[in-house]
C-alpha cells in the first residue's frame, strides 16, 4: 500500500478583521488494499487513529485492522485483531487520546478491544455478565458505552430489560444496577443521553403516558454503578419536554436543557434550561422559539411577517407554532457568577427512494420515506444565570453544505478570555469564524480560509468529505476520492483513495 505525501502550498486569506492562514498537509491511501469500512477517530494531540476490515463488505468479517498515525500523518503502528466467532461488535468509545470497542456474545459474555496510544498496544479486557446481558436482545440493545482509566460502563435498553453495567477494567468484576423508577413499568421508560462526569453518571429518563404529559426524571450513579439518586424533574411542570441532555457544571452541580412540544419526533415549540444550585434542582426556564432574537432570520423561508401570520393562525386555535428543531449537547464556559451557553440547531430531512422487487415474474416498485441527514441552521449563543435564567442571547446562522446521519457538534472552541470566545467551525472546504463578546455583541462573523488540498492537475471524478474539529487550532479533513491525472507524474493516473488532510489555523 502507498502512501504518496504532498506537500501543499501556503494558503491565506486577509479580512478587514483578521488575517488567518490556512495551510495543509495531505497523505493518500489506496482503498483497494482489501480491506474496506475505514473509520477515522481523532485522537487530539496524540494523533488519529483508522480502523478497518479485512476482506468485502458483503461477506462476514474476522480480522480487523488498527492504523496508529502521529499529528504531522505518519504511520506510527498496525495492529491486528481477529474477532472470536460468536462475538459482535455492539458500540465504540473515542475521548481525548483513548479509543475503545466493545464486543459481547449471546452467553452474555463481552470484552473491551482498548488500543494504548503511549504502549502502541491493543489490549484485550474479557469480562462475563450475567444472564440479564444475554439472548439476541442483549446484542443488539446496547445503546450506550462509555471507558475511563479504571472503569468501563456500558447500557442495555431492551424493551423490558434496562440495565447499567459497570466493567472494573482492573479486577475484571461486573455490576449490574437496573435502571428503573419505583411504580412505573420498564417498557414505558425511555433512556435519553446519558453523560459521564469524573465523579456520576447521569442518565435522563422519560416515562411516556397514553394521552398524558409524560414526567421526566434523573437518575444519578456513582463511578463504581451504585445508585444515588432518582429526583423527578417535572413536577411543578405542565409543559412536555423531550431530549433532555446534561451538563456538568462547578461545585457538582449540573445544567439540563432540550426541546419541549408535544412529541420530540413531531417538532418542538421551544427550549429549556434548568440547573442545579448546591444540588438543588431549579425552576425550569422556557423560551419559546418566537422570543429569540433574529431566529425567523434563520429559518429557511422563514421571514417575520410569514412566520407572525403563521402564528397568528395557529393562536386562533390555541396552539404554538410548531418547528421540526432538534438542539445538540451544549457547551457551557464559566463566565464570573454566570455562564456562556452555546447550542446549535438542526432539521432532519427526509426524501422518497424506490425499492424494485421481483416477484413471481412481476416487477413491484415500492416507494419508501428514508432520512436524508441533519440540516444545520443556526447556533445560539447566550449568557445565563446559575439559576438558567437568560441575561441575553444570540441566534448565528450556519449554513453547513454537510447534512450528517448523527447528531454532530460543528461548532468549536479555539479562544476564550475574559472578554470574549472564539468559535470556528468547517465544512466541505471552508472554515467560519464567529467572534462575540460577553455582551452578546457579535465582533465578526465571517469565512476566513479556504481549504483544497489537491494537486494543480487532479481533476476528482467522485468525492466524499468530513472534516472535523482535531487538537488546538487545528482540523483534520478526509474521506475518499476517485482522482485522475494526467500530468504529475509523481502520482498514479487514475487513483481511488482515502485521504487525510491536517488543516492549521493560525494568526
Keep these: 500500500m502507498k502512501f504518496p505525501f504532498i506537500t501543499l502550498l501556503l494558503l491565506s486569506s486577509v479580512f478587514s478583521q483578521a488575517q488567518i492562514n490556512t495551510s495543509e498537509k495531505r497523505i493518500e491511501i489506496d482503498l483497494k488494499d482489501g480491506y474496506f469500512n475505514e473509520k477515522i477517530h481523532e485522537l487530539d494531540s496524540a494523533g488519529f487513529l483508522i480502523t478497518s476490515a479485512e476482506g468485502k463488505p458483503n461477506k462476514t ?68 455478565a450475567d444472564k440479564k446481558l444475554s439472548g439476541p436482545l442483549g446484542l443488539n440493545a ?21 440495565y447499567l453495567f459497570t466493567f472494573d477494567l482492573k479486577t475484571k468484576t461486573v455490576k449490574s444496577s437496573r435502571i428503573a423508577v419505583k411504580g412505573v413499568k420498564t417498557k ?38 451504585e445508585l444515588l439518586t432518582t429526583t423527578p424533574l417535572d413536577k411543578k411542570v405542565t409543559k412536555r419536554y423531550f ?8 461545585n457538582k452541580d449540573i445544567l439540563m436543557s432540550g426541546i419541549t412540544g408535544r412529541d420530540a419526533r413531531f417538532g418542538s415549540t421551544a427550549m429549556y434550561i434548568t440547573t442545579t444550585v448546591d444540588e438543588t434542582v431549579q425552576n425550569t426556564q422556557y423560551y419559546n422559539y418566537a422570543d429569540l432574537p433574529n431566529f425567523y432570520d434563520n429559518r429557511p423561508g422563514g421571514t417575520k411577517r410569514r412566520v407572525t401570520f403563521i402564528q397568528w393562525i395557529f393562536s386562533k386555535f390555541g396552539h404554538d407554532v410548531t418547528y421540526y428543531y432538534q438542539m445538540t449537547e451544549p457547551q457551557i464556559i464559566p463566565c464570573g457568577d454566570n455562564y456562556i451557553y452555546i447550542t446549535e440547531f438542526f432539521v432532519p430531512t427526509y426524501g422518497m427512494a424506490a425499492t424494485v422487487r421481483v416477484e413471481k415474474g412481476k416487477r413491484e416498485t415500492t416507494i419508501r420515506r428514508v432520512f436524508k441527514g441533519n440540516q444545520y441552521t443556526h447556533a445560539l449563543v447566550a449568557k445565563i444565570t446559575k439559576q438558567g435564567e437568560m441575561i441575553w442571547s444570540q441566534c448565528i446562522e450556519m449554513n453547513p453544505e454537510t447534512k450528517p446521519y448523527y447528531k454532530k457538534q460543528f461548532l468549536n472552541i479555539l479562544e476564550q478570555n475574559e472578554e470574549f470566545v472564539h468559535l470556528f467551525y468547517a465544512d466541505v472546504e471552508k472554515i467560519y469564524e464567529l467572534k462575540i463578546d460577553f455582551n452578546g455583541e457579535i465582533l465578526s462573523n465571517q469565512v476566513v480560509g479556504k481549504i483544497d488540498g489537491l494537486l494543480a492537475d487532479d481533476q476528482v471524478k467522485l468525492s466524499y468529505a468530513d472534516i472535523d474539529y482535531w487538537f488546538d487550532q487545528h482540523f483534520i479533513s478526509y474521506g475518499a476520492q476517485r482522482i485522475k491525472n494526467t500530468k504529475d507524474k509523481s502520482v498514479k493516473r487514475r487513483r481511488t483513495v482515502i485521504y487525510v488532510n491536517k488543516i492549521g489555523m493560525g494568526k
Design 61 to 128: 468479517t474476522n480480522t480487523l485492522r488498527f492504523q496508529y498515525y502521529s499529528i504531522d500523518l505518519e504511520l506510527l503502528d498496525e495492529q491486528h485483531f481477529d474477532i472470536p466467532k460468536g462475538y459482535i461488535q455492539n458500540a465504540e468509545f473515542r475521548k481525548g487520546t483513548s479509543y475503545s470497542q466493545l464486543y459481547s456474545s449471546v452467553k452474555g459474555q463481552f470484552f473491551i478491544l482498548n488500543y494504548d496510544t503511549k504502549s502502541r498496544k491493543l489490549v484485550r479486557i474479557s469480562g462475563k
Design 142 to 162: 446496547i445503546s450506550y458505552f462509555a471507558t475511563t482509566k479504571d472503569y468501563a460502563y456500558f447500557i442495555l435498553n431492551a424493551w423490558r430489560r434496562k
Design 188 to 225: 414505558k421508560l425511555v433512556i435519553e443521553s446519558p453523560t459521564l462526569d469524573t465523579s456520576m453518571l447521569y442518565v435522563p429518563l422519560i416515562h411516556y403516558k397514553p394521552r398524558k404529559k409524560p414526567t421526566s426524571y434523573l437518575i444519578e450513579f456513582d463511578v463504581k454503578g
Design 243 to 250: 431530549n433532555t441532555t446534561v451538563s456538568p457544571l462547578p
